[in-house]
């Protein structure tokens, strides 16, 4: 270890790349760690893929084989829905059927409603904490900024207690709705920015006599399309992953999540002989937009994850 | 970087904006102040409502609930402090802070210095935004999809690792199956899910250091390793405690890798705070007994957070 962290700080001080010898054992040892650690992130992921790929009753022929064991895409159709029993049962499949399809619409509908609402509501917010003076402000902020101390494990059952007494058990509404008003880090975070813009586009069009709730919508937003990308992009991502709220409100098949319906559906799988492959399937169909948005985004979630934690 | 240099600092009294200019001119603030008041109190209404409703109030109700017999079909009926004392007296509850504590302890000391070390070692190599992103991968996906892939190389008939150990050591290990192994492998999981985050997370820390800083060391005398422990470790500490506090509230409520995985097993060897929470909760339906819980829990974490922000000093920045 400290091998590495030597060589390493040689190197970074000083970019001038061609002062110093192309090679050093300290680097190579770097770079040895490097690959290791790219293996250990991404193998798994390739597993994933394997399996997903392989005939469940074939598996225990080759368990280490790095290709996948008699390829076939039978483990998608069952995850899918579209083997017949018959057909499911011979690859190793068991009866019992995981409806991705229905589990994926919900994840879809509970992501991006979650996201839009509460990304939209926390703009309307921070807008008022940091362009509008009003009597109070100051105050108001602090008072909800309470809600970044407070953990989930103390809201979730008396939010639970809540959603049950409301009515809204097993449906979107009482998903989506406790997370969909208020995130205390979303308006921190966009109050932060809009207090950086510059106040002379507003003031010309407050001249020309635009209204405030225009000025909000044709020139705030806009110009706060980078951070709402971000926060838009992160709080997506961690409403897919949810799993202990939509595990507490969702008992059935109406609005539960496939994250949700994947862990499920691996404890009522049988022990003996799990189907795996399919398994894999379904895994890889609930991960497959994630890595679909870090393809399209990965450059802005990299650099935003760097943001939030600079503030 | 550009956000942090261009925002105003969090203090809440930093007021810009408009007011500055139209101070000078008096009549229109005061039009413009009473409009704007009606405007903001509707623009905040969902987010005061969402905070009343969804954090405020359940927050003072699950205060209640501590105090009280609450089985859910039934209304709460207050019972003081007997749920206090029955956790003074609940092993397994102790049990479950000690399986926590192990669980947050492997989880912290590993996953900081691994990502620590990635993001060192990272930016003194390469720029490459396309390796960072690779390493942030697994923070991607959801704890689900994490713990079923890992359960499944860690299969003990099947798994791929198993097989690989096996085959180095001759050991036949069950993993999740293991109670000396079950934590550990818990822990696993969780660190390579939040290793690339902590890494990237650090890596932006690493940027904002100056290089004239280590030029200025260097010109002093200073040995590489010197440098690391002397300039690079203080300038980076504002971010480091994050990251430990992240970390470690992160894996104090550590559930869904558990209940996909042992769910609390074998023999209550990995059964972490939450998942007695939520089997207190939703398996005897003792509404009133979790909810105690959860107060300690959250009492426990204000505590630790504090603790740690005091030690480490963490408001201040060497940097200014």
């Known amino acids: ?311 | 970087m550009a956000l942090s240099a261009r925002t105003a600092p969090p203090g809440l009294k930093a007021v810009r904006g408009p007011l500055g200019r139209r101070s000078q001119r008096p009549g229109a603030v005061a039009t413009h102040r009473r409009g704007d008041a009606k405007l903001a109190w509707l623009l905040i209404t969902p987010a005061v409502v969402g905070f009343l409703v969804f954090f405020a109030y359940p927050t003072v109700r699950g205060l209640y609930f501590s105090f009280t017999t609450f089985h859910i079909l039934t209304p709460a009926k207050w019972v003081g402090l007997a749920n206090f004392r029955e956790l003074i007296h609940d092993s397994v509850f102790w049990h479950s802070l000690g399986v926590t504590a192990y669980f947050v302890a492997v989880s912290v000391v590993l996953g900081v210095l691994f990502s620590l070390i990635t993001a060192v070692v990272l930016h003194r190599l390469t720029n490459s935004t396309v390796i960072r992103g690779l390493i942030i991968l697994p923070f991607l996906i959801s704890g689900v999809v994490a713990a079923l892939v890992w359960q499944w190389m860690l299969d003990p008939q099947l798994g791929i690792i198993s097989a690989l150990i096996e085959k180095v050591t001759g050991q036949h290990l069950l993993f999740f199956g293991d109670s000396h192994w079950a934590v550990p492998s818990l822990a696993a999981i969780s660190i390579w899910k939040s290793m690339g985050y902590n890494a990237v997370l650090i890596f932006a820390g690493l940027q904002t250091i100056p290089p004239t800083v280590y030029e200025a060391g260097r010109l002093d005398g200073a040995s590489e390793m010197q440098m690391f422990r002397r300039l690079t470790v203080p300038l980076l500490r504002p971010i480091l405690v994050m990251v430990v506090i992240l970390t470690v509230i992160g894996s104090f409520q550590v559930f869904d890798i558990v209940q996909v995985t042992t769910k609390g097993g074998p023999a209550n060897a990995s059964n972490v705070l939450q998942m007695y929470i939520y089997e207190k909760a939703f398996g005897e339906l003792d509404f009133g007994y979790a909810s105690t819980m959860s107060l300690a829990l959250f009492v426990m974490l204000i505590a630790i957070t504090f603790t740690q922000m005091r030690l480490a000093r963490a408001n201040e920045s060497d940097l200014s």
Request: proline share 6%; glycine share 6%; hydrophobic share 55%.
């Open chain 1, 1 to 311: 270890m400290s091998t590495l962290s030597s060589s390493a700080t040689t190197a970074g001080p000083r970019p001038a790349a061609g002062a110093r010898p192309r090679f050093s054992p300290g680097k190579a040892v770097a770079w040895i760690y490097v690959v290791v650690v790219l293996v250990v992130t991404i193998f798994p992921f390739y597993w994933i893929l394997r399996t997903a790929f392989s005939n469940n009753v074939a598996l225990p022929t080759d368990p280490s084989s790095l290709l996948p064991v008699d390829f076939t895409v039978g483990a998608f159709k069952r995850a899918l829905g579209l083997a017949s029993t018959a057909e499911a049962q011979s690859q190793g499949g068991s009866g019992a059927s995981l409806d991705t399809a229905l589990y994926l619409r919900n994840s879809i509908v509970y992501a991006t409603v979650q996201t839009a609402l509460v990304v939209f509501f926390s703009a309307m917010a921070a807008y008022a904490f940091s362009r509008l003076r009003w009597k109070g402000r100051d105050a108001v902020f602090t008072v909800l900024l309470c809600a970044l101390m407070v953990p989930g494990i103390l809201t979730l059952l008396p939010n639970f207690v809540l959603v049950r007494n409301l009515g809204l058990m097993d449906s979107f509404a009482g998903l989506i709705l406790p997370g969909a008003l208020f995130s205390a880090f979303n308006v921190f975070f966009l109050r932060q920015f809009m207090l950086g813009l510059s106040t002379e586009i507003e003031e010309a069009a407050i001249v020309d006599g635009a209204s405030r709730m225009r000025i909000f919508f044709k020139i705030t937003l806009p110009m706060t399309a980078a951070p709402i990308a971000t926060l838009s992009l992160l709080t997506f991502i961690n409403t897919w992953n949810d799993y202990f709220w939509p595990l507490l409100v969702t008992n059935g098949e109406h609005a539960r999540p496939l994250t949700l319906a994947l862990g499920v559906f691996k404890q009522s799988s049988p022990q003996a002989a799990p189907d795996w492959a399919g398994l894999m399937a379904a895994t890889l169909i609930a991960a497959l937009p994630m890595l679909v948005l870090f393809m399209v985004f990965g450059r802005r979630i990299v650099n935003s994850i760097g943001f939030t934690g600079l503030k």
